[in-house]
């Protein structure tokens, strides 16, 4: 099958820091590419460079087949990438409903003037059935007409998540979308993940919880310090050295050899 996003030995350097250096990943329609690596590691660096708020300086992004690396955000989200934030962006003074609605117009606002200027010219239909849409996937409907700011903390994560499904996009990036979540609300979220996906969206996760990893993704892409060192399962994953060391450290994985040669 042919990707939807191919990233093809790409590389990104802000002043003296290189955050990425060859870097190269893809994921088909329908797969759940884990993005994963420690704290720095330069993944949502990846995930600017993919939708285009960072350059890249050298290597291609690919999406669907054709180079997008030229292009700037906005068309790249018309062309169906969207994404959530690892620190959640919301509008707190809007209603859920709004703050959905925003994601059709594949830009994220900073107040409500804005938003009323940029759907003032859309009609009442053609916006309410994606959002109602949306709202429905990610459990919402019953709070869509509540201010963002008077939900508890989890529910906020599923409000941006909405956002970005609205546009029904064929690339769904997942920057973190686990922190800070009830057990309760990682299992609402790794359902919904995986009905996303068999829809015949491509989703890229960036996460921590090496669990939800491993129960979710197709393949993983491992980097640290801007480099790719793992492509593979999550299995295998598990069980190679220098990703391990990357996690945890040398003496972690001495101890983890040591106690597999005593078993």
């Known amino acids: 099958m042919n990707a939807a996003i191919e990233v093809a030995n790409v590389s990104k350097r802000f002043g003296g820091l290189q955050a990425l250096s060859d870097v190269t990943l893809s994921a088909a329609p329908g797969e759940i590419l884990g993005l994963i690596g420690p704290n720095g ?135 973190e979308p686990a922190t800070g979540l009830t057990d309760a609300e990682r299992e609402r979220l790794a359902l919904l993940v995986r009905n996303i996906a068999a829809q015949g969206c491509a989703i890229v996760l960036v996460e921590h919880d090496l669990q939800l990893v491993g129960r979710l993704c197709d393949h993983v892409t491992v980097i640290n310090h801007g480099r790719r060192i793992f492509n593979g399962t999550p299995a295998a994953a598990e069980k190679d050295p220098e990703v391990i060391t990357a996690y945890l450290g040398v003496n972690q994985l001495t101890a983890r050899e040591a106690d597999e040669t005593r078993h």
């Open 41 to 175: 590691a330069g993944k949502s660096t990846l995930i600017g460079c993919i939708t285009g708020v960072q350059r890249i300086d050298a290597g291609a992004i690919r999406f669907h087949g054709s180079d997008i690396q030229h292009l700037p955000p906005y068309r790249r989200a018309r062309k169906g990438i969207s994404r959530t934030f690892q620190k959640v962006r919301l509008a707190d003074s809007l209603t859920v409903y709004e703050n959905v609605a925003a994601g059709l117009a594949g830009v994220w606002f900073a107040s409500g003037t804005a938003w009323f200027r940029t759907f003032g010219r859309l009609s009442a239909a053609a916006i309410e059935a994606p959002v109602r849409r949306a709202l429905d996937m990610t459990g919402l409907a019953d709070v869509s007409n509540a201010l963002v700011k008077s939900l508890p903390f989890g529910r906020r994560h599923f409000v941006e998540l909405a956002r970005a499904l609205v546009s029904e996009p064929r690339l769904l990036l997942l920057d």
